[in-house]
């Protein structure tokens, strides 16, 4: 279904592919939840690019510095907001420079260009008369810049006594009463329906289907504020020709999916191929109503289209609790210990349902780590590679079937382990698309670790250190190492969306050229290639090590890398 729709936007009208992560609020310091959304877009633009090199992508991501929750905290650190917000977006920047995440634009709620936006969005909706003022009066959390009806808020004891939350996200509400502005959310309800009818418009399915729900039902659709008064909220954009009101922080923050296409200006958004709308939105469980049901509410306001999809996941969790800030309980990537840091993405990915909460600890980020990528990936890679099995450094090519060596490569290939190796691993790719496409990152690198397993299980019974030792076996060794540094290959080109660094290291190794590290350099092994020359090739030589194990100190809680 995407991909039609991706092949029939992109490749007929060749308009850019246009994915989002949320704008991240720049309160608190990155923690690991922050990180997730951040490498699921990644991985996805990784995987465009790598079946569609030929496309533009953009990718964006930004930090939301709008808003009482940053005005706090900015007076809590001391700050002026704005040079708060220089520090911590640089956080989010430098984070994502770490964690390889290569967005194309990086926006933030206080530039020039994103003010112009969403001032001229604001006269949009009013000019449509979708906006009036009224004085307004429920609950407000300040935690998620949300007006929360009452239905939606309980009472609580806690030790200061009883206070009133949100029932979503248990967030403390505040009583206000204020003159704002309005916007006629309820006027779009039978639109809403109809876009949610869209197949796959919003994926996974449960969050689908609860969107659906929460569209059928009027306690979502109020009309909602859309600013507060400037006396209250004075770090936010003004309301154009009202000083004495601010924009609500969300309405701000969602248009910043439109700044980037260069709205409001026309030449710019063609300059840039006129990527609106959206082909996905990344984004959690917690914002789905903004980006489900506001955002393309103010959009059909507008008179611009919906997001053509938007990705949902749930929560990382920390000692059962939805990991953050305010809950104590954040787990931040700088905290993990450096040897294993790197693998945080492959972990994140690996690990994670889009569809529910996945629990971290750092103990599984170790585990895991040393379990696949230093043993399962990194073994079978430093082995098949290393001086003492490969010492000439080469890919040896596969015996040609009518010459000598072709009753070696009819013996290994007769045995069990060879034929379940080079079975799955032609199916590989397939599978893998498959689940990329269906945005199931943790089932493509299933797959992808199982051949690895019968990879090392193929290299432990055909025991080319045996065959190293005898001259007449060296042609069998040579079809071991093809076969293995084949499905290494293989492997590697599937895992760049995941682990691109990590990936890189390995095709760089067996000096893959860059332009033979696409989709479709993997959707074939060497040995089903009819009309491929099989030629010797040289790999780089030297020791190699993938990805070190990691050993923690239990009483000083640090980790060292050993190697070997
Ligand atoms: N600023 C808003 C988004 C505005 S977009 C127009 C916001 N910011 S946030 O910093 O609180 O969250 C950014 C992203 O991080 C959201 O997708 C949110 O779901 C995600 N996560 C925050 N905590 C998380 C977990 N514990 N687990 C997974 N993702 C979580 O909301």
Redesign the pocket.
Known sequence: MRISARLLSSVVQRRPFYVT?????VNAAP????L??AVVADAIQRFEKLTNPDCKIIFSTGT?EHGTKIQQAAARANQSPQDYCDAMSKEYRDLFKEFHVEYTDFVRTTEERHLRAVKHFWKELKDQDYIYKAKYSGWYSVNDEAFVPEAHTREEVTDDGKVRVSVESGNKVEWTEENNYMFRLSAFKTHLKNWLKTDGVVQPAKFHNQLQEMVADDVYLPDISVSRPASRVHWAIRVPDDEEQSIYV?LD??V??LTVCGYPDDELMKSRGRPWPADVH??????MK??GIY?PAFLMAARRAAPRALLV?????ARGA???KSAGNAARPRDAPPAAARALRYLLLREATLADDANYSETKLINTANSELADTLGNLASRSTGAALNPRAEFPALPDPHAAGAAQLARCRSLQPTQALMRELELLPEICHKHYTNYQFYKAVDAVIRVLHLANLFFETLKPWELKKKPECQKELDVVLHITLETLRICSIILQPIVPDIAKMVLDRLLIPENARNWNDCEVPSWNLKDAVHETKKIQSGKFVLFPRVYVDKGERKASAKTG
């Open positions: 992560t949320p704008i991240f609020y923690h690991i939840g922050h997730y959304t939301d969300w923050a969602l910043n999916y990344v984004v959690g469980k917690d914002i903004f980006h955002w996941h749930a929560h990382w969790t939805k990991m953050s």
